[in-house]
């Protein structure tokens, strides 16, 4: 029986290893781990609150702006703080554009390689494939010369041998399915996102002052500067050019990104069979309309989806997450077989696996630096797909348009959602939906200003004189790979306790003390492995998820000692 072996897994922030069981031609068991050493939560411990956020948003290196701003939710929650409604609009914009950005990276840039041969496009016939894009959308660059150039200029980087991050693909794999001049087109439009990313994100830049790890966020709103009659506050110009981004976003989405994946998509329908695992789902709803306080007002509703059963939707309670360390190399004070809700969590590493390289982990141990979160003992997916089924199930009209359209083009049903192309699909719905979301904030952000009405910061209980001697709050957001999550106890006005669990510790995590698989583990069983030597097929299902186990491990010395100096002369 062949043990396969991926380690670190590519087109990823951070480092992971998958390790794989494969019978009969197929996954039989999986292990996931993360294999570098979490640390943030000791970093926080006795900082001042305020400040927190700055530090969080370095959790990630990518998704910057979703740390800071769950950060700055579990402090105003403890502290009982109330933003104003521009505030809020303005961390819905850059929420949104962050998430619409992230989602088309996703599928270019991290996913696409797994279902494109780039190999297999110096093959493609221009003529043909500007007919297949004429097919798809009516986007502009689609003419015969322009792919010629595409093709020509990907001849020039096969023959320079300087092949960059194609130089490691599994080309010629038999799981590959796309024409040859399906594959030019993806190759065409991998390099139009990477220019089209850089101009959407400029959003940042304004509302944030800079990208990544925007700077205005407060505890009690945002420090960005509004007035109409201001040149260097965020006045109408700066609206406008907002709103050219979003135009943008919007015509790169809805001509190129989503025709693109129903495309892919329908030269591989096996896979949406393949790759759901546990089929429980779990959101925990954001973007509000009013206060974060009440779940009713969120365009992401809150809720769970068990079994796969799209029939109802269970409320969810965050005292009801637990997380697990026994098969994490860490410690509790109670032992391996205690879990703990993250105000009561602890961050004791203790390694206790094999000496580093080793062959294999130790599945029957401890194996991961990623502890195993659930609730009410239950393994729960997160993520965009875990979103758009909440969504769906609960009636939000525009998700359900959008998603029974996509079926509907894709010849599929509902339960088809539920898979490793699902988690594809789920993304491009929820692009198209936080699209008609942004132009909304904008809109209310505009009406706002001319209304005059430039309210932004609540500092009323900014001094921790006006604090009560002990509180604990939770910061809740939904990231691009899922529900994140921020607590926070204050003690005499400093973090005597912090806990994060973000999106790929729910993810990725590995077994639990009841040996329920994690999500990755339980979503690779089944999935079929033409060359165990090349295991394609495995990491279309863990890109699925898209992956960032940087937000997830952390390389930090838990005893404060200097591991490195670098010096100027």
């Known amino acids: ?124 016939d221009p003529a043909a494939t500007a007919r297949l894009a004429a097919s798809l959308s009516d986007w502009p660059k689609s003419s015969a010369g322009y792919f010629r150039q595409v093709r020509e200029r990907l001849e020039r980087v096969v023959a320079s041998g300087q092949l960059s991050l194609f130089a490691s693909g599994y080309w010629g794999h038999p799981a590959y399915r796309l024409p040859p001049e399906a594959n030019l087109l993806a190759v065409a439009h991998y390099l139009e996102a990477l220019d089209w990313q850089r101009d959407v994100i400029r959003v940042h830049a304004v509302l944030g002052g800079k990208n990544p790890h925007p700077q205005t966020y407060l505890v009690g709103g945002m420090a960005t500067a509004i007035d109409p009659n201001e040149p260097e506050a965020l006045n109408l110009e700066r609206i406008g050019f907002i709103a050219e981004r979003i135009q943008a976003m919007r015509a790169f989405v809805e001509q190129v990104y989503i025709p693109d994946v129903k495309a892919v998509a329908g030269f591989y329908p096996d896979w949406f069979a393949l790759g759901a695992g546990h089929r429980n789902y779990l959101a925990y709803g954001g973007l509000p309309r009013g206060s974060i306080g009440d779940p009713s007002t969120f365009d992401f509703p809150r809720g769970i989806v068990l079994g796969g059963d799209l029939a109802t939707v269970h409320p969810l309670d965050q005292a009801r997450i637990t997380e697990s360390i026994a098969r994490s190399y860490y410690d509790y004070s109670g032992g391996d077989a205690e879990v703990r809700h993250p105000w009561d969590g602890e961050t004791t590493p203790h390694y206790t696996g094999p000496t580093p390289p080793y062959t294999e982990l130790q599945r029957d141990a401890k194996y991961s630096w990623l502890k195993a979160p659930r609730y009410e003992g239950k393994v729960m997916e997160v993520g965009p797909l875990a979103r758009m089924l909440v969504a769906y199930a609960g009636g939000v009209p525009r998700v359900r348009e959008l998603v029974d359209g996509v079926l509907q083009d894709l010849g599929a049903q509902p339960a088809a959602l539920l898979s490793t192309l699902g988690r594809v699909a789920a993304r491009a719905v929820e692009t198209a939906y936080l699209l008609d979301l942004m132009d909304g904030w904008l809109d209310g952000l505009a009406h706002n200003m001319m209304s005059g009405d430039l309210r932004i910061h609540d500092g009323s209980r900014w001094e921790p004189s006006t604090w009560p001697a002990e509180a604990e709050g939770w ?30 510790t729910w993810n990725a995590g590995p077994r639990d003390a009841a040996g329920q698989p994690g999500p990755f583990e339980a979503a690779l069983a089944g999935t079929p492995v033409a060359e165990p030597e090349r295991p394609l097929e495995l990491l279309r299902t863990i890109h699925s998820f898209d992956p960032c186990v940087a937000c997830a491990v952390h390389v930090v010395d838990a005893r404060g000692r200097e591991r490195v100096r670098v010096e100027v002369a």
């Open 1 to 124: 029986m062949p043990n396969v072996i991926i380690d670190p897994v590519t087109r990823i922030e951070g480092h992971l290893r998958i390790e794989a069981k494969v019978e009969g031609g197929q996954v039989a068991e999986a292990w996931s781990s993360g294999t570098m050493f979490r640390g943030m939560e000791l970093i926080l411990r006795g900082r001042d609150p305020r400040e927190a956020w700055i530090w969080a948003q370095r959790i990630c290196g990518v998704c910057t702006t979703v740390h800071a701003l769950a950060s700055v939710r579990a402090v105003e929650d403890a502290l009982r703080i109330e933003i104003p409604p521009n505030a809020r609009l303005i961390r819905s914009l850059m929420a949104g554009a962050q998430q619409i950005q992230d989602h088309v990276v996703h599928f270019y840039h991290l996913h696409a390689l797994d279902w494109v041969d780039v190999t297999s496009a110096l093959r493609a």
């Open 475 to 504: 910061g809740a957001h939904e990231a691009p790979r899922g529900s994140l999550g921020h607590w926070v106890r204050i003690e005499a006005g400093r973090i005597a306790g912090y806990q994060a669990i973000v999106p790929s």
